[in-house]
C-alpha cells in the first residue's frame, strides 16, 4: 500500500514537473507577444519545430543547429560522427559581432580555398540566386594530383604515388555493368524561363521526373547505352515523401541489385549540389562550355572507411574519381568543382 502510495506521489511530482516545464516553454515563446492572436501565432510557428526535434533526438541538444542542419547531419554517417565539430562552425557562423565604443566591429574573414569568376556569358533570368564559377586557387587544405584538387575530410593521409597508380575498376563483359540511382530524387534545378505546372514537394524539390535529378540520371543512361554500356537507372525517390531515412533505404536497394546482378560493376548515386556561403545566401556553381551553355559545375563525392563504415576498396574508387576528373578537366577546365 506504502509503495503505491509513493508511486503515485512520483508520477503527480513528475506531471507537475511537465506542466510547468510547458508553461514555462510557451511563456518563453509568447514573451514578446503584444496580443492573444500574436501569441497564438507565435506557438503555431514554434511548435512544428520543437516537434521535428523530438522527432530527430535533437531536442536538448546544445549549438543551435537549425532542424534543416540536424536532419542533413543525421542522414550522413561522416558527418554524423563529426557532429561537434559541426556545430562549433555553425555556432561560430552565425554569432553576431561585438559592438564597441558604439560600433559594430567587421566580422572575421575566413580566407576562402575557392575563388568566385563571374560568368562572361549573361545567364537566364530565373530565380535571381546569383552564378558564380568555383575554381581552386589555394593550394592549402587539398590534397593535388595533378590538376585535381582532393578536399580531404577523413584522418587519412592521402598519397600522390597511390593516387596516381593505374585504377583496378573495369567494366565486365556480363550485362548490366552500371547501376544509377538517385538516394535524394526529388532534387531539383531551377527550372528555365517559362516553364509551368511545376508541383513543388519541398525546397527546390519536385517529384515531377521531368524537373529532377531523375531526369539527369536518364540522361546519363541514354549517354553511356549509346557507348555499349549496359545500364539499370532506378527511378525511385527513396527521400519521398520521407526525407530521413532515405540513405538507408538506398543502401537496401543498392544490396538487393548487387545481389540479384554480380555483373555490376559501378554504383553512381547522383545528387543535385547546393551551396550556400557563410552568411546563408544561395548561389549557384555554374561552368561555361563552349557550344553547350553553362552547365552546373560537377563534385565527385568518394566515401571512405573514415566514420568507422567497412570500405575496403574506397581508394581503389578515389584513383578511378581522380583519373576521371583529370580527364575532363583537360576538355572543360571548369566543368568540376
Known amino acids: 500500500m506504502r509503495q503505491k502510495k509513493t508511486l503515485s506521489q512520483i508520477l503527480r511530482r513528475l506531471e507537475a514537473a511537465l506542466l510547468a516545464a510547458g508553461t514555462l516553454w510557451i511563456a518563453a515563446v509568447t514573451a514578446g507577444s503584444d496580443t492573444a492572436a500574436a501569441a497564438v501565432s507565435a506557438l503555431a510557428e514554434a511548435l512544428p519545430e520543437r516537434m521535428l526535434r523530438w522527432e530527430l533526438g535533437d531536442l536538448w541538444t546544445a549549438g543551435g543547429l537549425s532542424p ?43 580566407p576562402v580555398e575557392e575563388t568566385p569568376v563571374e560568368p562572361a556569358a549573361p545567364l537566364a533570368a530565373d530565380n535571381g540566386v546569383p552564378a558564380k564559377t568555383l575554381i581552386p586557387t589555394d593550394p592549402s587544405g587539398y590534397t593535388i594530383c595533378g590538376r585535381v584538387y582532393i578536399s580531404n575530410s577523413t584522418a587519412h593521409e592521402l598519397s600522390i604515388s597511390e593516387l596516381q597508380k593505374p585504377f583496378a575498376a573495369a567494366l565486365g563483359e556480363s550485362e548490366p555493368q552500371v547501376l544509377i540511382l538517385h538516394t535524394h530524387g526529388s532534387e531539383a534545378y531551377t527550372p528555365v524561363p517559362g516553364t509551368e505546372g511545376i508541383v513543388w514537394s519541398g525546397d527546390y524539390r519536385t517529384t515531377d521526373y521531368r524537373y529532377n535529378v531523375v531526369r539527369v540520371g536518364d540522361e546519363m543512361a541514354e549517354v553511356l547505352g549509346e557507348a555499349g554500356i ?12 520521407n526525407y530521413t531515412g532515405a540513405y538507408d533505404r538506398a543502401l537496401a536497394a543498392i544490396q538487393t541489385y548487387l545481389e540479384k546482378y554480380p555483373s555490376i560493376r559501378f554504383v553512381l548515386d547522383v545528387h543535385r549540389d547546393a551551396i550556400e556561403d557563410g552568411q546563408g545566401n544561395q548561389y549557384k556553381a555554374v561552368s561555361e562550355v563552349e557550344g553547350v551553355g553553362i552547365p552546373a559545375q560537377m563534385s565527385l563525392v568518394m566515401g571512405s572507411d573514415g566514420s568507422g563504415l567497412e570500405h575496403p576498396n574506397w581508394l581503389e574508387n578515389l584513383r578511378l574519381a581522380a583519373a576521371v576528373q583529370q580527364d575532363v578537366l583537360e576538355h572543360y577546365p571548369t566543368l568540376m568543382r
Open 68 to 110: 534543416a542542419a540536424a536532419l542533413a547531419i543525421g542522414e550522413s554517417p561522416l558527418l554524423l560522427a563529426a557532429r561537434e565539430d559541426v556545430t562549433e562552425r555553425w555556432t561560430l557562423e552565425r554569432q553576431e559581432p561585438p559592438e564597441e565604443d558604439g560600433e559594430t566591429q567587421a566580422p572575421t574573414v575566413v
Open 230 to 241: 549496359s545500364v539499370l537507372h532506378d527511378r525511385t525517390l527513396y527521400d519521398y515523401p
